[in-house]
């Protein structure tokens, strides 16, 4: 199975669909800087949403939400590129991944994406 990138025209569809189906989902999360070094921000947290908005001709931003011992907000300031690898296990997709202009963003989810939600996403 390859790689599989998201479009951008369908980011806000694929953000609503992953709050509504992964909701309490656990999450670590992991953010490679500019620098090329890779911290593990959060492992272990409650996934609660993931929201893309269009602020304004400039900025787009996906703003993460996440339940640990106490919330944390994590925001992706101007996407670049949402792709999701294969987990190697029956279409199911880990991590997702979004380049943004503040750095990569790592996602990985438990349960794992499945290649059914994608296709839901397009239907919805």
């Known amino acids: 199975m390859m790689i599989h990138e998201i479009k951008s025209s ?11 189906q992964r909701a309490g989902a656990i ?7 500019s620098d090329g070094i890779k911290t593990e921000q959060v492992t272990s947290a409650a996934f609660q949403s993931m929201v893309f ?8 931003v996906i703003t ?4 640990g011992t106490r919330e944390i907000v994590h925001e992706i300031l101007d996407p670049i590129r949402i792709t999701l690898h294969p987990s190697g ?4 997709f880990n991590p997702l991944q979004i380049v943004a ?10 349960p794992a994406i ?11």
């Open 10 to 20: 369908d980011w806000p569809a694929f953000c609503k669909q992953l709050s509504q």
């Open 27 to 33: 999450v670590n999360l992991e953010v490679i800087k």
């Open 53 to 60: 908005d269009k602020t304004d001709a400039c900025n787009d």
């Open 64 to 67: 993460l939400r996440l339940r």
């Open 89 to 92: 296990t029956s279409g199911d």
């Open 101 to 110: 202009e503040n750095g990569i963003t790592i996602i990985t989810l438990h």
């Open 114 to 124: 499945h290649a059914r939600m994608l296709g839901d996403m397009k239907a919805g």
